[in-house]
């Protein structure tokens, strides 16, 4: 009884002591829950599909956080990771037969091919180089995909019909909501670890890791590596959802969006990517186009303007991340979480604001 006591009251003491403790770790489990309730409150098709395709991309953009928020190896062409673990995919399902959860970690091995064959020649630049020779290798395969119309690819047509993640859109739902949370998990893990470290010294001074001794070169195959097999899953995954898969996935659009949902929710902290896809998509996708696309026909000068809002979602989308980075240059997540947190002088732990002491040290808090 003692040990079955003990196996119920630990997770309660977990929450309390890691969780509870500082409100952005709070809201993250609320949000989480609130998820895997949702389909309880409502199933409607329609917005179960638009967070099943938030929570994909919200996979993929913390996968370019992870490599370009944590490492500095700005990434132009992160589409290309997503299109290669797709098209993939949608291959070996079609020619094959094979079942999406086969299809799926295999197309996340090609991503993480496909991360080895950006790094190793991108390895020497930096900056702005490394920008740009990151974003011609989506060009070159979508050229290739272009120039092939009868091909593997089947060229701009794109390779439809292939088998979907489930007939039902509930559990669908299932799959890429938990996925989505576990990845996410994952990835705070390692940034959270010795590797994410020696990627946070590699941003700030790479020279100065080399001479301590940090083999650069391996971390930064491997952050392309972790990268690539992150957005894979997320490229798998959003083929089989769409049961198909085209050239909109490798173009630049696709790249340059997953960078402004990173820069809108806040750069090297994972959360804030993913936090910036759960709350840009559903807005543009769902309030712009389902609910005020339906008001087109109301006499209401001011419904009509709504309506014809929704006509312009990008230039919304667009004034909307304006606003954010004009007020929160770091990004909304870690502008909420300076509001809300302050760090202990002493032993850098996080503390909620309004403590006056840590609570872990009891150090004096500023």
Known sequence: ??????????????????????????????????????????REPFILRVL???????????????????????NFGHALFFGVAAYTAAILNRDLGWAPWATIPLGALAAVLAGLVVGIPCLRLRGTYLAFATLAFPLILLGLV???????TEGELGIYGIASLSES????????????????????KITDSKIGLIFHAIREDEVTARASGVNTTRYKLLAFCLSGLIAGIAGGLYAHFLKGVGPSTLELLLSFQVIIWAVFGGIATILGPMAGVLILYPFTEFVLIRYLGRLSDSSSPIITFLAELS????????????L?????????????????????PR???????????CRVCTAELD
Not at 52 to 74: N, R, Y
Not at 169 to 187: N, Q, T
Not at 347 to 357: H, M, P, S
Request: glycine fraction near 4%; charge should be positive; include cysteine.
């Open 347 to 357: 032993c850098k732990l996080q503390n909620v604001a309004w403590r006056r002491k």
């Open 324 to 344: 954010v980075l004009l007020f929160m240059p770091q990004g909304l997540i870690t502008w909420l979480r300076d509001k809300t947190e302050k760090v202990c």
């Open 169 to 188: 859109r509930v559990v669908s739902y299932y799959i890429a909501i938990p996925s989505m949370i576990v990845l996410g998990f994952v990835m705070w």
């Open 311 to 322: 006509q312009a979602r990008l230039l919304v989308f667009a004034c909307l991340v304006l």
């Open 146 to 152: 272009y120039a092939n119309p009868g091909g593997m």
């Open 52 to 74: 099943i395709l938030a929570s994909i991309f919200a996979v993929f953009a913390a996968s370019w956080d992870l490599l370009s928020g944590f490492t500095g190896q700005i």
């Open 1 to 42: 009884m003692n040990t079955l006591a003990a196996y119920v009251t630990k997770p309660f003491k977990l929450l309390r002591s890691e969780i509870f403790v500082l409100p952005w770790r709070t809201a993250v489990l609320l949000v989480c829950l609130l998820l895997l309730l949702f389909p309880v409150i409502s």
